[in-house]
């Protein structure tokens, strides 16, 4: 009997001879990420943001095509005129007639391309993975958005007043408004925000590009991090609802900002109600998801890539909703030289 890549359980399935079944797709995912980090990092402050993103991609792209998969990038680079590979609708995977599983797939390549091409801190490589239908195809627009952890389900609001929802997020975490920390994109269109959530007394940690690693730390307990507030990337807002839903955090969610000419598209894209709020179950609602991401600069969720004499060293997050497994991953990638041996002991 053959096995379910997504969820590893047992699967009847008819596929051919060169169709490997257990292969576990999310270590297969870890690879695609940790090489893209890997291709990146070597970019790492030398102020060519778009550089980094282009060999980041490369990479991505070029692992994922040897992963036993039927793939289909659902949120990607772009529209396939504007980005040269990882396409909106492009289709990933092994391409030798095997009978694979099919794969919806979500994918940031170099999530702070700016935080790499100057060397600061928080730049990470992530996808997200469901079966087939399981992300919401979200257009390259904004999305307004608050991330916040399992304790919090449901209490927090878009349309409420940002004293309301900081006031019942202390309450249900049992502090005071002026032990949160609130994590924003430091941009103009937030100035409002910033005021009103000082105003009503809780701390603020602004960040200069990246609110999807953020995102996971406030969902994750012990972080630090009690909030996510603002408006950032709706493609973005779709792989941290992944990752949201991993963590058993909560997340409310509505695009913004779109062009007439997106607003037409949303409906190709089985949205029917731009001004919808979506809660994380919505935007990321298949049963089998994955989450893999990996460490580029240095972070407070991750760690970077660090170069040694030998090899490379990454730090990895991989998740997957199915088994509720939650894992941080330190890999060491050995060069292949004739001098690398590994000893097996007598027994």
């Known amino acids: 009997m053959a096995t379910n890549v997504l969820t590893e359980e047992p699967a009847m399935m008819t596929h051919t001879p060169t169709?490997?079944?257990?292969?576990?797709?999310?270590?297969?995912?870890?690879?695609?990420?940790?090489?893209?980090?890997?291709?990146?990092a070597k970019t790492m402050g030398q102020g060519d943001r778009k550089h980094a993103d282009e060999v980041a991609t490369e990479a991505m792209r070029r692992v994922m095509d040897s992963v036993p998969m039927d793939g289909t990038i659902v949120i990607g680079e772009g529209?396939?005129?504007?980005?040269?590979m990882l396409y909106i609708g492009e289709k990933v995977g092994k391409q030798d007639g095997g009978s694979y599983p099919a794969v919806d797939i979500a994918v940031d390549p170099l999530e702070g391309t700016n935080l790499c091409a100057t060397g600061s801190p928080g730049a990470i490589t992530v996808l997200a993975a469901s079966e087939r239908g399981g992300l919401l195809h979200a257009p390259d627009c904004y999305m307004e958005k608050i991330v916040?952890?399992?304790?919090?389900?449901?209490?927090?609001?878009?349309?409420?007043?940002?004293?309301?929802?900081?006031?019942?997020?202390?309450k249900v975490l049992d502090r005071d408004v002026a032990?949160?920390?609130i994590i924003i994109l430091d941009r103009p269109r937030h100035e409002k925000l910033i005021n009103e959530i000082r105003k009503a007394g809780a701390r603020i940690r602004l960040i200069s590009?990246?609110?999807?690693?953020?995102?996971?730390a406030a969902s994750m307990l012990g972080s630090g991090v009690h909030a996510v507030m603002g408006t950032g990337g709706a493609p973005e807002g779709v792989i941290t609802a992944a990752a949201v839903r991993c963590l058993n955090g909560y997340m409310v969610g509505r695009l913004v900002g779109y062009t007439p000419e997106q607003g037409e598209r949303m409906k190709d894209m089985g949205i029917s109600d731009p001004k919808r709020i979506y809660t994380a179950d919505e935007l990321a609602p298949g049963k089998n998801i994955i989450f893999a991401a990996t460490g580029v600069t240095e972070g407070t969720l991750l760690k970077g890539v660090r170069f040694f004499g030998?090899?490379?060293?990454?730090?990895?997050?991989?998740?997957?909703?199915?088994?509720?497994k939650v894992r941080f991953i330190e890999s060491i990638h050995l060069d292949k030289r004739p001098d690398v041996k590994v000893r097996i002991p007598e027994r």
Not at 148 to 170: F, R, T, Y
Not at 209 to 216: F, K, Y
Request: with cysteine; charged share 25%; aromatic share 2%.
């Open 79 to 84: 529209e396939r005129d504007e980005a040269p």
């Open 310 to 324: 030998d090899g490379v060293r990454t730090t990895s997050l991989v998740m997957k909703l199915s088994k509720g």
């Open 209 to 216: 590009d990246g609110d999807l690693s953020p995102g996971v």
């Open 179 to 181: 032990d949160l920390v």
């Open 19 to 40: 169709a490997n079944f257990e292969t576990d797709l999310a270590m297969e995912f870890l690879r695609v990420v940790e090489e893209s980090a890997i291709a990146s």
């Open 148 to 170: 916040v952890g399992p304790s919090c389900k449901g209490v927090v609001d878009l349309e409420a007043p940002v004293s309301h929802n900081l006031h019942v997020i202390a």
